[in-house]
């Protein structure tokens, strides 16, 4: 370096607002800049030659010893933060000059070689009193947060939980009303059944006297006048079709009752492989009572795989979409249920000739409690149970609408589930 540079550098160094501090290999202290003057409030003239822990004692630290063994030792460059000692020589004054209470330093300290190759070390310093400041509004604001986050974790835990309760009362309320519906759909059988029993009673009774009357009876001739007027052939043909009939409403109830049992595995939470028509069908047998005064009900079932699903929780879906569509059709309407397959998925879909869905209220309708039914008619869950429902089946739910016209529901789900998903609940880690 020529003295013009050494000249530059020489007053670079006096007028940059870091400390700079050079030792010899002893740590005696051969040279500061202003810097250090100024904050130290010590002159230069006698602190050199001076060991750098008798001028500033409070730096005789184990944290010090530690940086010099790393510097000398390695050769490396060691800095320090002010998160990790508040400071390294005790600073009362700033660059300005003003008195600071506690000046926080970071600070850096290399080995290096004179031209003349004597070990020296640089000992740089940083005040970084506002940096801290700053940063401890960050630090601040980082756990407001982090205490926001914990917050929310524990609210989206309790949403979770009240979810879970909506999906089970949801499910209670459903079945009260289908038992309400489903009680209705047995009575009817039931009371043809029973009034046909009755009738049949006073017929046995009758063949009964007929049987009877053969071990009293003078001749055939008493015999068939009884027999006649008895009404032997009404009661003959009669008692045939009173069987037939009551026959048929046993097998009615059967099938109801078999439906039902199917329905309610509402306890059932695991995936397994379903056939999804048997569900549609039940679910159709079991809110039979709902639809029939609304709707004509069409089937257009496809080709189906076994689907790995919860089954009762997809006929909970199906249910609510029914429901749905009997609810939105004024008179006399037609739904339609169709299914299909796709590579890997399948779909299911509910279409009704309703009165059909607002534009601005079709991404409305998944919401919690969004209903447009009377107080006391609709809960507004129906859909938004759903929607979490084909979710955690990792499928999806669309609806297509024609105010006016109908609408149209199609619920997608893969055949199977995707493998991580298992595993994340078999570790019971999945949501
Ligand atoms: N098939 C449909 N046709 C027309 N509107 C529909 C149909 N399905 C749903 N909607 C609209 O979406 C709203 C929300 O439906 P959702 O099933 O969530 O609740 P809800 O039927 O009102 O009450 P709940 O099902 O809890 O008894 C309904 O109130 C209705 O406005
Ligand atoms: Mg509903």
């Not at 630290?61 to 030792?73: E, F, I, N, Q, V």
């Not at 290096?112 to 601040?140: I, K, M, P, V």
């Not at 009704?352 to 006391?376: C, M, S, W």
Request: glycine letters at 6%.
């Amino acid at each position: 370096m020529d003295s013009r540079q050494n000249d530059l550098a020489s007053a670079l160094v006096e007028h940059v607002e870091i400390g700079v501090i050079i030792l010899d290999s002893d740590l005696r202290i051969q040279y500061w800049n202003r810097f250090i003057s100024q904050c130290s409030g010590k002159s230069l003239q006698q602190a050199r030659q001076q060991p750098l822990t008798s001028v500033f004692p409070e730096a005789d630290t184990p944290h010090l010893s530690k940086m010099l063994a790393r510097a000398r030792d390695h050769g490396e460059h060691v800095n320090t933060q002010w998160r990790e000692n508040p400071y390294l020589i005790h600073l009362p004054f700033n660059a300005s000059g003003q008195a600071v209470p506690l000046m926080l330093q970071s600070t850096l300290l290399f080995p290096f070689h004179s031209l003349d190759e004597q070990l020296c070390f640089g000992l740089l310093l940083y005040d970084t009193t506002e940096l801290a400041r700053s940063n401890e509004q960050l630090d601040a604001a980082l756990n407001a947060l982090s205490g926001k986050q914990i917050e929310q974790d524990q609210l989206i835990k309790k949403l979770e939980k009240a979810n879970a309760q909506l999906l089970q009362s949801e499910k209670l309320a459903a079945i009260g009303q289908l038992a309400a519906g489903v009680a209705h759909e047995i009575n009817n059988p039931i009371g043809y059944v029973f009034s046909n029993l009755k009738t049949l009673a006073g017929y046995v009774h009758d063949l009964l006297r007929i049987i009877d009357a053969v071990d009293g009876a003078a001749d055939l001739d008493e015999l068939r006048q009884l027999k006649r007027s008895m009404e032997y052939d009404y009661i003959r043909s009669d008692v045939e079709a009173l069987i037939g009939e009551s026959e048929d409403g046993i097998e009615r109830v059967k099938k109801i009752i078999t439906s039902l049992k199917d329905f309610s595995h509402i306890e059932e939470d695991e995936f397994r492989q379903a056939d999804l028509h048997r569900g549609l069908d039940t679910t159709l047998n079991v809110v039979n009572n709902e639809l029939k005064y609304k709707a004509e009900v069409i089937k257009e079932y496809g080709e189906l795989p076994e689907v790995e699903c919860m089954p009762s929780q997809i006929n909970q879906v199906i249910m609510n979409l029914l429901i749905n569509a009997a609810h939105a059709i004024e008179q006399f309407g037609r739904i339609t249920l169709r299914s299909g397959h796709e590579g890997d998925w399948v779909w299911l879909e509910v279409e009704d000739t309703g009165q059909g869905i607002a534009p601005h209220l079709l991404n409305r309708i998944y919401e919690p409690f969004f209903t447009t039914k009377p107080v006391g008619k609709g809960t507004g869950l129906g859909l938004s149970l759903s929607y979490n429902i084909i979710r955690k089946h990792n499928g999806r739910i669309e609806v297509f609408s024609t105010p006016g016209e109908g609408t149209r529901f199609r619920v997608w789900l893969p055949v199977l589930q995707p493998a991580e998903q298992l595993t994340m609940e078999d570790t019971g880690h999945y949501e």
